[in-house]
């Protein structure tokens, strides 16, 4: 069975960091492209950022570019987003997901984590 | 990369059918076929409905099609019953390597 656990959210201070992880298992870890993909309280869904599965190639929203990197472990089917200078606009659920098998691209998501709270306030 | 435009909410009585547009650009919608809709109940994660504009996933009900005309995209729910009462959101590749999503569809069954 595919899972994927989400961890690593909480509060912090405008200006701050924070790692989030995501454990993945029931599947090839390394097989796979992942995505991170976020929702405001009460909004929709948006686009963070992608890595491919084993060269590691990222992609990433223009909001978060040059504040945010993605990043894998395959030896510990892992995948992570590290957040620095956060904003208050960056306060969402954060979700992973993975690839959709079978999809021609790496940007359509069938299975989803139960999301972490990252909260950005003084 | 502005957001896909999605309308706002749309309703239907059981067993009736509904379509909710998507609406991008060339640049996306117009340009891929790699758009994707995902089904959210409140507190929930988002559930891949359809990808590549007419595909459903293992385990997802054949009363969920889509289609894609130009720039516009399309999901279809036939049949409706309560359970698919939900936001709908539709999603698509850019062409500058990202992923945009609409803003959702929030569906009522009545």
């Known amino acids: 069975e595919v899972q994927l656990l989400e961890s690593g959210g909480g509060l912090v201070q405008p200006g701050g960091s924070l790692r989030l992880s995501c454990a993945a298992s029931?599947?090839?870890?390394?097989?796979?492209?992942m995505t991170w993909v976020r929702q405001a309280p009460g909004k929709g869904l948006e686009w963070v950022s992608t890595i491919s599965g084993s060269r590691g190639g990222t992609n990433y929203a223009d909001s978060v570019k040059g504040r945010s990197t993605i990043s894998r472990d395959n030896s510990q089917n892992t995948l992570y987003l590290q957040m620095n200078s956060l904003r208050a606009e960056d306060t969402a659920v954060y979700y992973c997901?993975?690839?959709?098998?079978?999809?021609?691209?790496?940007?359509?998501?069938?299975?989803w984590g139960q999301g972490t709270l990252v909260t950005v306030s003084s | 990369q502005s957001a896909l435009t999605q309308p706002a909410s749309v309703s239907g009585s059981p067993g009736q059918s509904i379509t909710i547009s998507c609406t991008g650009t060339s640049s996306d919608v117009g340009a891929y076929n790699y758009v994707s809709w995902y089904q959210q109940h409140p507190g929930k994660a988002p559930k891949l409905m359809i990808y590549d504009v007419t595909n459903r996933p293992s385990g997802v009900s054949n009363r969920f099609s889509g289609s894609k005309s130009g720039n516009t995209a399309s999901l279809t729910i036939s049949g409706l019953q309560a359970e698919d009462e939900a936001d709908y959101y539709c999603?698509?590749?850019?062409?500058?390597?990202?992923?945009?999503f609409g803003a959702g569809t929030k569906l009522t069954v009545l």
């Open positions: 999603s698509s590749y850019t062409s500058s390597k990202t992923l945009v």
């Open positions: 997901a993975r690839r959709a098998e079978g999809s021609g691209n790496y940007y359509a998501f069938d299975y």
């Open positions: 029931g599947f090839t870890f390394s097989s796979y492209a």
